[in-house]
Antibody, heavy 122, light 110 residues
Framework: EVQLLESGGGLVQPGGSLRLSCTAS????????MTWVRQSPGKGLEWVAS????????YYADSVKGRFTISRDNSKNTLSLQMNSLRAEDTARYYC???????????????WGQGTVVTVSS | QSVLTQPPSASGTPGQRVTLSCSGS????????VNWYQQLPGTAPKLLIY???QRPSGVPDRFSGSKSGTSASLAISGLQSEDEADYYC???????????FGGGTKLTVL
């Protein structure tokens, strides 16, 4: 079964750091680009970052550029999101999503995890 | 404020056909393919339509997508109560060099 399982969410103080992980199973991980999408409480979806299947290309939303780093370990079928200098507005459920192709193009994600909640508050 | 504009709400009655719109610009919809997602309450989003009009396996043919110029549409025919959900359009934006989602449309089945 194709599956994505996120972990690492929690409560963190403003200015703090957190690392999210997403473990993939049921497909050839390196064949697909991977993405993080977040959703603040009661709000819409916001694209956060994407990485190509080979990990050679990364892309970030302006709202997180310079603070967040997306990475992947194809040997461990794992996607990560290192989040630094966290702000209250980063509070959201963070979803890991699988692209339909290996390169970062369009915005088509056919598999989603259930998400992990990040709360930034003092 | 998203670069893709969707009406915040829409409604229809069972059996009706409804069309949801997504408006963008030449740097996003005008030059890239559009994708649509359905998000039922309390669940993760689900890909409904990709590359303008392609349906993933398992998505009923009641759902169809189209694109014209800098706008895209999602049509739902034979509306059912279980179609009540939030619907998002999404694409790549050449100017932003990144992906963008619309603000979403909450569809109510009366």
């Amino acid at each position: 079964e194709v599956q994505l399982l996120e972990s690492g969410g929690g409560l963190v103080q403003p200015g703090g750091s957190l690392r999210l992980s997403c473990t993939a199973s049921g497909f050839t991980f390196s064949d697909y680009a991977m993405t993080w999408v977040r959703q603040s409480p009661g709000k819409g979806l916001e694209w956060v970052a994407s990485v190509s299947g080979s990990a050679s290309n990364t892309y970030y939303a302006d709202s997180v550029k310079g603070r967040f780093t997306i990475s992947r370990d194809n040997s461990k079928n794992t996607l990560s999101l290192q989040m630094n200098s966290l702000r209250a507005e980063d509070t959201a459920r963070y979803y890991c999503a699988k692209d339909v192709v290996q390169i970062v193009t369009s915005c088509a994600f056919d598999i989603w995890g259930q998400g992990t909640v990040v709360t930034v508050s003092s | 404020q998203s670069v893709l504009t969707q009406p915040p709400s829409a409604s229809g009655t069972p059996g009706q056909r409804v069309t949801l719109s997504c408006s963008g610009s030449s740097s996003n919809i005008g030059s890239n393919t559009v994708n649509w997602y359905q998000q039922l309450p309390g669940t993760a989003p689900k890909l409904l339509i990709y590359y303008n009009h392609q349906r993933p396996s398992g998505v009923p043919d009641r759902f169809s997508g189209s694109k014209s110029g800098t706008s895209a549409s999602l049509a739902i025919s034979g509306l059912q109560s279980e179609d009540e959900a939030d619907y998002y359009c999404a694409t790549w934006d050449d100017s932003l060099n990144g992906r963008v989602f619309g603000g979403g449309t909450k569809l109510t089945v009366l």
